[in-house]
């Protein structure tokens, strides 16, 4: 039950490796290629803004590692945040492209869908809703809320890929999972019991 | 429901835990260290902490202490004292700080408020604003833990602070530190109507009302120090924060 955090340059990762050992998981924190193809469960991260986070991950020369291990040996990965928009295929916020593991963009939150118009970035505590069966979810406690912090959402384009709905100004997809493949909006890292909760599920996938 | 951020606020003089009345009269009220550990089985939303002694000192900040810290903080913590150079906000986003607050610093280098927006993003770069009265009554922006003045209009310098890259303000009235008397809403009202940043209401919150009241004068998250550390007429110190049913019944539901 040991999780790699892929280090790619990007991302506050102390916060995630923290709340494992709170929850007495292994994890490493690593940048190289051995550690990758050797993981048994991987955490994508990622904050600021996609094409950073997309240029940084294509300069890591983990690429190729990150793609045998996840879609050949179908090891569990999770994008957190900016880390799973990069599991989509693009983003409106830049022109570099997202892994494309998952079908769909990633898009901007419109004001003028919003009734009454709210700020943006989305930046607080937001109740989340799992749409699918999913053992993310698995004894996740009553009203699970989570930190956010983002301008941007995933939009996919096959509707069983969404795991999470969550409503700022309308619903939104605030999570993903197809398969071994998932990814969470929010931060479960600063999200207290529910964060735990979900990296503990994750960790004993 | 909408939720709101409710954001306990701790102040950190010779590494002890401090609490003030309008900025003056620091009581010791315990551990930093312990304070966050009980605020995180309470479960708050977020947490700041205020190194009120590192500017003064002109000391930077204590990265060990900040670690241990953010080693047992499972909700966003905000931490703000002392930082004046880039590379600190850097090292600080790397311990697993959420956001940065600059006080004194941006007053001094808005330019810092730019730089570090650009490297951790405006998210992460908080603006904390200490407001007071003048000799003539006229609101102005202090600094220094509120003891100089820069005679600078706190509206003009809240709209500076957001065009440099500040991500929220975080807005503190000095007179009402520490008095339990309610947040100064008018100045609230103000400053968010002039800003699109998300601006935090501190000083003089007594209740879950003061906070409903404070963000429907325009405040987007609110915060108290006070009002978490103690207790009673005595100010008896004892850690509280209010549960999810009574933010439901009293904020939430009436914002």
Redesign the interface.
């Known amino acids: 039950m040991k999780v790699t955090i892929v280090d790619y340059g990007v991302g506050n990762l102390a916060s995630i490796k923290n709340m494992f050992k709170k929850i007495n998981v292994e994890s490493i924190i690593s940048s190289k290629k051995s550690d990758i193809l050797q993981a048994e469960k991987l955490i994508l991260p990622g904050v600021g803004a996609f094409d950073t986070c997309s240029q940084k991950l294509a300069e890591s020369d983990l690429l190729p590692s990150l793609n045998q291990r996840v879609l050949i040996d179908k090891v569990p990965v999770l994008g957190i945040c900016v880390g799973l928009q990069l599991l989509l295929e693009r983003s409106e916020e830049g022109v570099l492209p997202g892994l494309g593991w998952i079908k769909g963009s990633i898009v901007k939150f419109n004001a003028a869908k919003m009734t009454p118009e709210l700020k943006i970035p989305h930046m607080g505590w937001t109740d989340v809703t799992a749409v699918k069966g999913s053992k993310l979810f698995d004894g996740m406690y009553e009203s699970p809320r989570f930190y956010f912090v983002h301008s941007y959402h995933p939009s996919v384009m096959n509707e069983e890929d969404a795991l999470v709905q969550a409503t700022y100004g309308y619903p939104f997809t605030a999570g993903v999972e197809r398969g071994n493949i998932m990814g969470v909006q929010f931060h479960p890292e600063k999200s207290h019991k529910f964060g735990m909760k979900l990296l503990e599920n994750f960790a004993r996938l | ?1 909408k ?3 409710v954001i306990p606020v701790l102040l950190i003089q010779n590494n002890g835990l401090v609490k003030s009345i309008k900025f003056k009269n620091h009581t010791y009220v315990g551990d930093p260290i312990n304070a966050v550990k009980i605020f ?1 089985e309470k ?1 708050v ?2 947490i700041v902490i205020l190194d009120i002694s590192a500017t003064l000192e002109k000391r930077p900040p204590d990265m060990a202490k900040i670690k241990e810290l ?2 047992e903080a ?3 913590l905000g931490y703000g004292g002392g930082i004046t150079k880039l590379d600190e906000i850097k090292e600080l ?4 700080v ?1 956001k940065v607050v600059l006080n004194t610093s941006a007053f001094v280098s808005p330019q810092l408020v730019k730089d570090g927006a650009n490297y ?2 405006s ?1 992460s770069v908080v603006v904390s604003i200490d407001i007071g009265k003048d000799f003539w009554g006229r609101y102005k922006v202090y600094v220094e833990n509120g003891s100089k003045n820069t005679n600078l209009d706190p509206v003009e310098y809240a709209r500076q602070m957001e065009k440099a890259g500040a ?2 303000l975080f807005v503190n009235a000095i007179d009402k530190d520490g008095t339990f008397s309610g947040y100064n809403t008018k100045l609230i009202e103000q400053l968010s109507q002039c800003v ?3 601006v935090v209401a501190v000083g003089g919150a007594s209740s879950v009302d003061d906070f409903t009241s404070a963000i429907l004068h325009g405040a ?2 609110v915060s108290a120090g006070s009002m978490f550390v103690f207790q009673g007429p005595h100010r008896a110190v004892l850690i509280s924060y209010p549960g ?1 049913a009574e933010l439901r019944e009293k904020l939430f539901s009436k914002i």
Do not use: L, Y
């Open positions: 429901m939720r709101v951020r995180n479960e939303d977020e953010t080693s499972f909700m966003p986003i790397t311990a697993g959420e951790v993003g998210q991500g929220e699109k940043i998300p987007s998250a999810q």
